[in-house]
């Protein structure tokens, strides 16, 4: 009978663990609190979608969150972010096997917001002003490289995003991120936000293939007026910016159509997309089909939400640190489930991915943090009741 390995809830804990541990160690000197507290902890936090205090007052052996919340705030700091962000992004690559470096791959960056509501000043708090949206005009936002590959799905890079940085500069710094990682890009899939004139001659310049979703503005004219005709066409169309020139793209109009069985809908309805394409010549149909493996990035996100930890701290690297632990989790599961759900066939193994969802990532990482810690299942009277 062959031999296969098993994973327990413990394997998992202690896995992650040890790669944080290794890649960005936090230091705790307490007989109470150590540095693999502090990380299994976070762990916690981040499965139980909960914060530092309800974790810490759930457990019956876990440390103070005042003694947590000590340690997090004198090594997580703003002058050591930039360190932070590599130390974090050699944790994320460390989950991808190293098969998936050896060709160029198609890879996806995009912008990622979490709601602030604090009242903290925007110089120290550095959190963005942005469209409003879950009752605030205040985010933090951290961007993300993101490989597409077979069904390994996983984020390369994550860059927390300054009040004052623009896309460009947070495109070459994830560019510069994956290339210390020996890592090549095949074709580079971004989002509109991306969609400016300046971000399209940095991609030109770079002799990068990219194709970038563009919005569709104006009334009349802009780009609205190329969304005319019977079917999809390619064209070239000059984008102008009152601070940047202008710049000569080549554009796919795509026009397509609501699917009414899909919307249950008995009308038809035709719609418009256009896309921007440097350094590539897709036909609309053929941009359509590749670009739509950049959607897998959304699948990503709400897939993080259920792995991500609130906090009220008013330090932005705690908040940073628990954003990026959300995606590391996601690797840790896509990476546990490529090596204990392949199923044997015919050339390529295929992956079973009823064998290990994330819910059940999830689940062991809570009853190992019970294990540890052993959670409160009893609580006293504080005084006689009155019945």
């Not at 413990?10 to 150590?34: F, I, N, S, W």
Request: charged letters at 20%.
């Amino acid at each position: 009978m062959e031999y296969t390995p098993k994973l327990t809830d413990m394997d998992v804990m202690e896995q992650a663990r040890d790669v944080l541990t290794k890649h960005l160690p936090l230091a705790a000197d307490g007989y109470v609190c150590t540095g693999d507290d502090l990380w299994q902890i976070l762990l916690g936090v981040s499965a139980k979608q909960s914060t530092i205090h309800g974790v810490c007052q759930s457990m019956e052996e876990a440390p103070s969150d005042a003694t947590v919340r000590g340690y997090l705030n004198e090594q997580l700091t703003v002058q050591k972010l930039s360190v932070i962000e590599k130390q974090l992004n050699a944790a994320l690559a460390s989950q991808v096997p190293s098969r998936a470096f050896k060709r160029p791959r198609n890879t996806a960056m995009d912008y990622h917001e979490q709601a602030y509501y604090g009242k903290t000043p925007q110089a120290e708090g550095l959190w963005i002003r942005a469209e409003a949206k879950d009752g605030t005009t205040h985010f933090y936002r951290v961007a993300t490289a993101y490989m597409i590959w077979r069904a390994m799905r996983v984020t390369l890079a994550v860059r927390f995003v300054l009040p004052q940085e623009d896309s460009v500069r947070i495109v070459a710094d994830l560019l510069k991120s994956l290339k210390a990682l020996k890592y090549k890009v095949k074709t580079l899939f971004l989002d509109r936000g991306f969609a400016g004139v300046r971000i399209m001659r940095f991609l030109s310049k770079t002799q990068l293939r990219a194709v970038i979703a563009c919005t569709i503005r104006g009334k009349a004219g802009g780009t609205r007026a190329l969304c005319v005709g019977r079917g999809s066409y390619t064209t070239r169309y000059t984008f102008h910016s009152p601070d940047h020139g202008q710049f000569i793209a080549h554009l796919a109009v795509c026009k397509v159509f609501t699917t009414s069985r899909r919307t249950r809908r008995n009308i038809r309805r035709a719609d418009w997309m256009i896309f921007i394409m440097i350094h590539c010549r897709y036909s609309p149909q053929r941009v359509r089909q590749v670009y739509r493996q950049r959607f897998g990035i959304e699948s990503s996100y709400r897939c993080a939400r259920s792995t991500r930890g609130w906090t009220t701290s008013p330090n932005p690297v705690i908040r940073f640190v628990l954003i990026a632990l959300s995606f590391f989790l996601l690797n840790v599961w896509v990476r546990f489930r490529w090596l204990y759900a392949q199923v044997r066939r015919r050339g390529s193994r295929a992956i079973d991915y009823a064998h290990f969802r994330l819910d059940r990532l999830i689940n062991w990482i809570i009853l190992a943090l019970n294990a540890i810690y052993k959670p409160v299942t009893t609580i006293e009277a504080l005084v006689y009741p009155v019945v």
